[in-house]
T-cell receptor, first 114, second 113 residues
């Protein structure tokens, strides 16, 4: 199993540009989520999905869109990038609603918005 | 509101000495508690979790954590630190009736040779 994979590893954008951060998992996990990591703030939840076709907002959803057309993929879209979105983005997955399940994280995407 | 606090931004310890990384939480109901570690330019890796039962849980790489319900704490410990333990450590809580994890701000551990 590859686990949770993310592409790209690093991206530079100009203000106003759009892009999609890709996330895929091969563990047949129902639950997937996107976090951003900023210094001194830990990880903050952007969006999450409890299964294909179902998404919901997390703590900091503004400026981001998600979709979940398949169990495996959970892309994160920035429609109009802003410097405040400069961050490291992590995708995570876990098996399901079982309370004991551990989250598995991807390697991250480092995004710089100029 | 649910929250997780890690009161120390940085913890320095000499190799071979015991280490403690502190975590306190505020959440309604019985929480599920986790520790993750992040090495440079890597994603978060699971260390250990407390769900129920024995208050002392053992995890990967010789780490353990003690759940203290009265103090709402879940401190991470290791009897003898290694230089390779140097990393960023995150405490996380998942409320019993919630779907999502809440993470602390992280504590950077430096183990000095």
């Amino acid at each position: 199993n590859a686990g949770v994979t993310q592409t790209p590893k690093f991206q530079v954008l100009k203000t106003g540009q759009s892009m999609t951060l890709q996330c895929a998992q091969d563990m047949n996990h129902e639950y997937m989520s996107w976090y951003r990591q900023d210094p001194g703030m830990g990880l903050r939840l952007i969006h999450y999905s409890v299964g294909a076709g179902i998404t919901d907002q997390g703590e900091v959803p503004n400026g981001y869109n998600v979709s979940r057309s398949t169990t495996e993929d959970f892309p994160l879209r920035l429609l109009s990038a802003a410097p405040s979105q400069t961050s490291v983005y992590f995708c995570a997955s876990r098996a399901g609603s079982n309370d004991q399940e551990t989250q598995y994280f991807g390697p991250g995407t480092r995004l710089l918005v100029l | 509101a649910q929250s997780v606090a890690q009161p120390e931004d940085q913890v320095n310890v000499a190799e071979g000495n015991p280490l403690t990384v502190k975590c306190t939480y505020s959440v309604s109901g019985n929480p599920y508690l986790f520790w993750y570690v992040q090495y440079p330019n890597r994603g978060l890796q699971f260390l250990l979790k407390y769900i129920t039962g024995d208050n002392l849980v053992k995890g990967s790489y010789g780490f353990e954590a003690e759940f203290n319900k009265s103090q709402t704490s879940f401190h991470l410990k290791k009897p003898s630190a290694l230089v390779s333990d140097s990393a960023l450590y995150f405490c996380a809580v998942r409320p019993f009736y919630g779907q999502n994890f809440v993470f602390g701000p992280g504590t950077r551990l430096s183990v000095l040779p």
